[in-house]
């Protein structure tokens, strides 16, 4: 019984020291993870909705609470055309989620831009979604509100051929992030006049 008890509270221990230790590395890493996903992953995105920027958009950020999700909001200055802010939303695709950056203005809430993050979709089809220059240009223009779809959904969007899924993905990360441009658009304009200053 005694040895049971030992070993219990050695294991019990160990557990905690483990715990402990993996919760400081997280801690200790987090930035440096973050600005690696920004320079790697997100970063190629934000550069082309911000193409021209006078500023760093990248360095130029702010976060803001939805819910429970920390969103990360990235402030251009696009000179005489006025600042526009991208920010990151998810819908899903044929292989997982698709992570999709847009850009708006917010002084008309009009998309610049979009681009696409991370994806898990079927190379040379549902990849298009992210190398087909034609699919994401046709988001330019288009008011940031509403439901986004496919025509096939009946819809406004043209999809890719032969990757509706993808397409149909792409269309449910902008109406998703037409939701939550909804919710925060008051702390959003408030913010970015930090950044005019």
Known sequence: MRDMI???????VLCIFSGGLLAA??????????NQQLQFVKGPAIMKIMEGALNDPIAD???????DVERSFFVG???ANGQAVAFETFGGGFGG?????????PANDQIIAVGVTTHSETPG???????DPKFSAQFKGMTLSGE???????GQVDA???????????????????EAYSRLKPQVSEKIKDFTK
């Open 25 to 34: 590395l997280r801690t200790g890493t987090s930035a440096q993870i973050e």
């Open 125 to 131: 089809l549902g990849s298009k979604a992210k190398t």
């Open 160 to 178: 890719l051929s032969g990757a509706t899924v993808s397409s149909r993905g792409v269309a449910l990360a902008l109406t998703a992030a037409s």
């Open 77 to 79: 200055n696009l000179g």
């Open 148 to 154: 986004f779809k496919v025509k096939k959904d009946g």
């Open 61 to 67: 950020r702010f976060k803001l609470k939805d819910g």
């Open 6 to 12: 030992k070993m219990v509270v050695v294991l019990t």
């Open 97 to 105: 989620d698709i992570g999709v950056m847009v850009g708006v203005n």
